[in-house]
């Protein structure tokens, strides 16, 4: 899902692109709250603090292998976690003094908690669903919590809670919000059905559109400016999949799509590297339908029940809910021996050691030269642009060193090789 740079002349010949064949994972089990048996992940951060929901259920921040219960406002009794950012700080939703069943979205913050209001003209409920590392929050507003009847908002401290419309219909719900403050969700349009959108304070709302039928929706925007979503796929029936946009809404498919039952996939998170978790059902062959959670990568999606090692033995998951820039992935689990639901966190295994030797760009020729090794006797090596994860192109195995020269406009900076393997290093760029 990488994008190849448009202006790279590669020297020497392709080997063939792979990250997920052997990529495995190590499981982790993120608890629950003392005396309770059951808890639900959302939001992960590059830290790998996760936060997520109890029982009870109060909002929860997962850490160092520790579970946080983050409370409520004054005076409630209910709070959920949805979104966090590199900080720590998460957002969600509270039950506050004398509230009866209304709840306010609220910010977790250092042991605070604070009250993000509501919009008047949409009704007194509203969740926090996505901050960024500026510590804006989007979500929406609404006569409750779980209707398709409300507005989107973003929300900051200096301005407080604003509305920021909808693609010509009459209600929209933001999900997830960027460093560039690009916000993405679903809003109604002006006919029918409700579309994934892209909106920043400039332009406004775009409509991201659909795989087919009416029914999109943006779960999670990367810092590239992409989404992570669900879409109908016709016009026809009921079924969706999992989408990836970069520019234009690429369909991901579903791991049961022999048949009409298992055909559907929700796509939940996507990192840096364009990698999206979610949820599908593996093939159907008669009985109940098996929920599984996904990673897609490289063009291919992928049950994480397969990819993890003996850590994941007593573990069935469900849901895939968020992954960071380190392919560290948050996950609905059930325990098997127990019967117990809990957060999970699953952590790459990298089986190799990637180095890089040699990194030089020579300004006269527009060259960029790349060096490096791995411990893998059968890995591919790739370059990419740190920066941007743009994919330069592949080194060429020659005796115990993988080799590479590149036609490149500008010098990148600062290189990252990734191996097939799972193992990747990174080095800044010597000029000459």
């Known amino acids: 899902m990488n994008r190849v740079h448009p202006l790279v002349l590669l020297f020497l010949l392709a080997a063939s692109i792979s990250m997920a064949d052997a990529q495995t994972y190590t499981l982790t089990d993120l608890g629950t709250l003392p005396g309770q048996t059951v808890s639900h992940p959302a939001g992960i951060n590059n830290q790998a603090q996760v936060t997520g929901t109890s029982v009870t259920p109060h909002a ?23 979104g966090i950012n590199d900080l720590g700080q998460v957002v969600g939703d509270s039950q506050y ?14 042991g605070t908690r604070t009250d993000l209001g509501f919009l008047p003209q949409s009704g007194n409920y509203s969740r926090g669903n996505g901050i960024n590392n500026l510590s804006e929050v989007v979500g929406h507003s609404g006569p409750s919590l779980d209707t398709s009847n409300t507005r989107a908002f973003i929300w900051d401290a200096s301005n407080g809670m604003r509305d920021i419309g909808t693609l010509g219909g009459q209600f929209a719900k933001a999900f997830s919000i960027n460093d560039s403050s690009l916000v993405t969700g679903t809003a109604q349009a002006s006919g029918f059905g409700f579309h994934a959108f892209l909106w920043d304070a400039l332009n406004g709302m775009q409509d991201l559109g659909t795989i087919g039928g009416d029914v999109s929706s943006g779960n999670f925007i990367n810092a590239n400016g992409h989404v992570a979503g669900t879409s109908t796929i016709n016009g026809i029936d009921s079924r969706e999949h999992a989408f990836l946009y970069d520019g234009v809404m690429l369909d991901l498919g579903a791991i049961g799509s022999n048949n009409f039952l298992s055909d559907r996939s929700f796509g939940y998170g996507v990192n840096i590297h364009d990698e999206v978790v979610g949820s ?16 897609y990568r490289d063009g291919q999606m992928f049950d994480l029940e397969t990819l993890v090692d003996a850590s994941g033995a007593d573990y069935r998951l469900y849901t895939a809910t968020g992954i960071n820039d ?19 966190l699953l952590t790459p295994n990298s089986v190799d050691t990637v180095a890089i030797t040699a990194a030089t760009y020579t300004t006269a020729r527009q060259s960029l030269a790349v060096q490096a090794t791995t ?37 990148p900076g600062n290189i990252t ?10 080095a800044d760029v010597t000029v000459r």
């Not at 219960?69 to 976690?81: A, Q, R, W």
């Not at 599908?280 to 990673?295: C, D, K, M, N, W």
């Not at 090789?417 to 990174?426: E, F, L, R």
């Open 60 to 82: 929860l921040l997962f850490e160092n292998g520790l579970v946080q219960d983050l409370g409520t406002l004054p005076g409630g009794s209910i709070s959920t976690g949805v």
């Open 97 to 110: 003094q004398n509230s009866g069943s209304i709840r306010h979205a609220v910010l977790f913050s250092d």
């Open 280 to 295: 599908t059902y593996r093939p159907y062959e008669g009985g109940s339908l098996v929920q599984i959670a996904f990673v």
């Open 326 to 344: 380190a392919g560290q992935i948050a996950v609905d689990a059930i325990r098997i021996s127990t019967g117990q639901l809990h957060a999970v």
């Open 375 to 411: 411990t893998s006797d059968t890995a591919t090596l790739n370059v990419y642009i740190t920066s941007t994860d743009t994919l330069i192109g592949p080194l060429t195995r020659r005796g115990d060193k993988f080799r590479g020269k590149f036609r490149l406009p500008t010098n």
């Open 417 to 426: 090789v990734k191996s097939s393997a799972g193992g990747s290093a990174t």
